[in-house]
């Protein structure tokens, strides 16, 4: 049973639009969220994380959005740039096990200029 | 800090062959991850060390799979008698300490693409 799934396999938009990733967990267990970018041929890249005990955190152009009451989390980004074309992968932990993570299959973001 | 390194890059084996591979954390982490990734799905957790000690494996792990990280830095992942659907991406990650900052991020390295015959 997928812990962690990211129901959108791939997402197109326009450049200087907003690009919105979901994504939605089981676990209850989970409290603290992360997203990951990765670019082809490359390792993921640590992007923004949330702790259960907020509901936004925003670092940039980049804000998380959780709402623990569906279990489901976001990742707004705005405006969007071509470089930011990537798989973007959510990721959960539980607190006890500080680090390791469940992820998601991931959505590819296209980003077209 | 150059970040994670992983060796080789790329692997390709007959079935039923050995394989190793190696990977280095940072430096000052001492947490150390791998997780194998295969196509259209994300990183799958495959076992977990603090310092030296093995402190969680996968169901997924099976008795063919070994990891050790003898000294509590580098750390190397062997694959006995390798089969077809071994072929994937093995990631390793690293981690600060718990209770640093970041102490949830992980830190991954290039990967290390595993291709059975």
């Known amino acids: 049973d997928q812990q962690v799934k990211q129901n959108s396999p791939s997402l197109s938009v326009q450049e200087g639009r907003i690009s919105i990733l979901n994504c939605d967990y089981t676990?209850?267990?989970?409290?603290?969220f992360l997203w990951y970018k990765k670019y082809p041929a490359e390792g993921p890249t640590f992007l923004i994380s949330?702790?259960?005990?907020?509901d936004k955190n925003e670092d940039g152009r980049f804000t998380v959005f959780l709402n623990k009451s569906a279990k489901h989390l976001s990742l707004h980004i705005v405006p969007s740039q071509p470089g930011d074309s990537a798989v973007y992968f959510c990721?959960?932990?539980?607190?006890?096990?500080?680090?390791?993570?469940?992820f998601g299959d991931g959505t590819t973001l296209t980003v077209k200029p | 800090d150059t970040g994670v390194s992983q060796n080789p890059r790329h692997k390709i084996t007959k079935r039923g062959q050995n394989v190793t591979f190696r990977c280095d954390p940072i430096s000052e982490h001492n947490r150390l991850y791998w997780y194998r990734q295969t196509l259209g799905q994300g990183p799958e957790f495959l076992t977990y060390?603090?310092?030296?000690?093995?402190?969680?494996k996968s169901r997924l792990l099976s008795d063919r799979f070994s990891a050790e990280r003898p000294k509590g830095s580098f750390s190397t992942l062997e694959i006995q008698r390798t089969e077809q659907g071994d072929s994937a991406m093995y990631l390793c990650a690293s981690s600060p300490p718990v209770g640093r900052e970041g102490s949830y991020e992980q830190y991954f390295g290039p990967g290390t693409r595993l291709t059975v015959t």
């Open positions: 676990n209850s267990m989970f409290d603290y």
């Open positions: 990721a959960a932990s539980e607190d006890t096990n500080a680090g390791k993570s469940t």
């Open positions: 060390f603090q310092n030296e000690a093995q402190l969680e």
């Open positions: 949330i702790s259960s005990i907020k």
